[in-house]
């Protein structure tokens, strides 16, 4: 069965401090890893795709890299803006196009 | 971007009551619509998987009877929870992927802004 963690559940920075997010998976044949982000009391918002290890993709202050057993979500400089559920899911080769999503980050940024 | 549409946004009703949700994708076709349920400060667990003109795959433990989803259309699905009780209030979430020239685009999954139900 396909299993997907995220670390830390909740993460608190200062505004400009980088860090990162992290994303085990555990899945028999990778077609994608996703990372969206959720605003309270909103759906998820797309930002990133990727497909095979090695791969990297970068948006803004945001750069998601991925292994073969996990992803992280480098966010640097952040700004309180950036404050959100991150969520990570990861999508099977074969079968169904569903996601299976992790538990998501909880990011504070505090000005 | 792609835009999918949910409504309403917050619906509040008494137990023993339907419900019904509504997806849109506003810009593209969707061949395949997904609903997700998110309870407070969970992660989404998928429900079922909403196919045009065909019946909607469920998840293990997701009662069909219960949650019963129409995709009547390339641009529409619906999920109504029948004779909603308390447990059932939940934040529910429909997702849809760009259908082009005929191949199912997988590498975006558009969600809804989501729907609030909440049972008395």
């Known amino acids: 069965e396909d299993q997907v963690t995220q670390s830390p559940e909740a993460l608190r920075l200062q505004e400009g401090e980088s860090s990162s997010l992290n994303c085990s998976y555990t899945?028999?044949?990778?077609?994608?890893l996703f990372w969206y982000r959720q605003d309270p009391g909103k759906g998820p918002e797309f930002l990133f795709t990727?497909?095979?290890a090695g791969e990297e993709k970068e948006k803004e202050r945001l750069k998601a890299t991925l292994t073969k057993k996990e992803s992280f979500l480098h966010i640097t400089a952040p700004k309180p803006e950036d404050s959100a559920t991150y969520l990570c899911a990861v999508q099977e080769r074969q079968g169904a196009q569903k996601l299976v999503f992790g538990q998501g980050t909880r990011l504070t940024i505090n000005p | 971007g792609a835009v999918v549409s949910q409504h309403p946004s917050r619906v509040i009703c008494k137990s023993g009551t339907s419900v019904k949700i509504e997806c849109r994708s506003l810009?593209?076709?969707?061949?395949?619509m997904f609903w997700y349920r998110q309870f407070p400060k969970q992660s989404l667990m998928l429900m079922a998987t909403?196919?045009?003109?065909?019946?909607?795959?469920?998840e293990q433990g997701v009662e069909k009877d219960k949650f019963l989803i129409n995709h009547a259309s390339l641009t529409l699905s619906t999920l109504t929870v029948t004779s909603a009780h308390p447990e059932d209030s939940s934040f529910y979430i429909c997702s849809a992927s760009p259908w082009r020239g005929g191949l199912l685009n997988t590498g975006e999954l558009f969600f809804g802004e989501g729907s609030r139900l909440t049972v008395l």
């Open positions: 899945v028999s044949g990778l077609r994608g």
């Open positions: 810009d593209f076709q969707a061949t395949t």
């Open positions: 909403s196919n045009e003109g065909s019946k909607a795959t469920y």
């Open positions: 990727l497909y095979s």
